[in-house]
């Protein structure tokens, strides 16, 4: 079959990867050049771990207070936008424990999925992205936090993941010894790995260029022709694809492409900022979450480490924040104060928007709208952690085999 995967990140190279290696005819399409977008900025976390969706009680509450504190973690920028008053009203409605109880098996089973098929694919002689399973450090400060890791820990256990420790003071510092902590402890996760998403994302575009996938860069999905209910062509700019399946992966930008097909889902871009140190003077052992910080750093690579975080609830077009990033290297420097981070100057500073469902679960499967189309989207803050097994989703939808998995959490059209 003749697909056409709209969008470049590590949802739709991830799809074009398993839908090639089935033997279709796959052209990935992308209003970038496909070599900076929300794939490449982020922290680099392949997470089981990750099992709580963003959708949490108290996150409405926290984000209000939240709100007029311009150094703040979480910002939903206030402005009257039907998306956004749609999208909010369903976060508050669905941000219950009950939501956060049974989240946490889907997210698990397809972030432990996408995992498997990472160590795959870093056995490959064409792929070396710098992966680890070192596992991930979440470090609180607070009494209030270490009721939080403890509460994690335990779901953790239940959920199967029970190589998850509890660590005081001592066990942290004698897994860091080369940097002084202020923290009272740690939940160690050490089911989860990283990566240098930078590496991964480079090797994936030449891996499929390689096997005849067709690339097309800097050209935006401007329509589409239907005929009996299922898409038949995709048409940008300059040019019409013909498609017998079409994979909508455009990340915060899949809104407004999904409504060119009068399917609705309930997306908004959230926006992060991250700062990768070169050749890094400070050492870390493993990655790790400031848990009342709200900031994650990732050693990487080697030889650098990436300080990143915030959601800023906002439009695409509204510019950056750079008051965030020095919340965000403040944040680092109460925990860790031997990390001593200038303000880089603003083209240092990376920053990308992340595509938020109205639930804190992916957009994965086919909707009733048009047959032909799957989509795999609304991913927030765990895309490239799950990106493998979404890809790999994608094509057993396509090809009408049994899911790796239930997918029935992530149906598109829940909100219909």
Known sequence: MKIVVIGGG?????????????????????????????????????????????ATPGIVKQGLKWMWNPHSPFYVQPRLDWGLIDWGLKFMRIATPEHVERSAVPLRDIAIISQKL????????????????????????????????????????????TDTTLLNKDELAALEPQTKILAEGAVHFKCDAHLYPNKLMQQLLADLRGKGVKLVA????????????????????????????????????????????????????????????????????????????????TPMDGNKIRFGGTMEITSTHTPPRMNRVEGILAAVE??????????????????????????????IGRTARCKNLVLATGHAMVGLSLGAGTGKIVSEIINEEKCSMDIAAFNPDRFN
């Open 118 to 161: 990472y160590e795959e694919w870093a056995a490959l002689p064409q792929f070396s992205f710098a992966y680890e399973k070192k596992g991930l450090l979440e470090i609180f400060q607070t009494s209030a936090g270490g009721d939080h890791a403890r509460h994690v820990m335990e779901k953790a256990h239940e959920l199967g993941l």
């Open 334 to 363: 109460r925990y860790f104060p031997e990390f001593k981070i200038p303000m880089p100057s603003p083209e240092k500073i990376w920053y990308g928007y992340r595509p938020c469902s109205a639930d804190g679960l992916p957009y």
């Open 218 to 297: 800097d050209e935006e999905v401007t329509g589409f022709e239907k005929n009996n209910g299922a898409v038949t062509k995709v048409k940008t700019k300059t040019m019409v694809y013909d498609a017998d399946a079409v994979v909508l992966a455009s990340g915060s930008w899949s809104r407004e492409i999904a409504a060119l097909l009068q399917v609705k889902i309930p997306l908004m871009p959230g926006r992060g900022y991250s700062v990768t140190l070169e050749d890094s003077p400070y050492r870390l052992n493993h990655p790790a979450v400031l848990i009342e910080g709200r900031v994650a750093l």
């Open 10 to 54: 590590v949802m739709g190279l991830s799809s074009a990867y398993y839908l090639q290696q089935s033997g279709h005819e796959v052209t990935v399409i992308d209003k970038t050049d496909m070599s900076a977008n929300c794939s490449y900025g982020n922290a680099g976390y392949v997470c089981p771990s990750h099992f709580v969706p963003l």
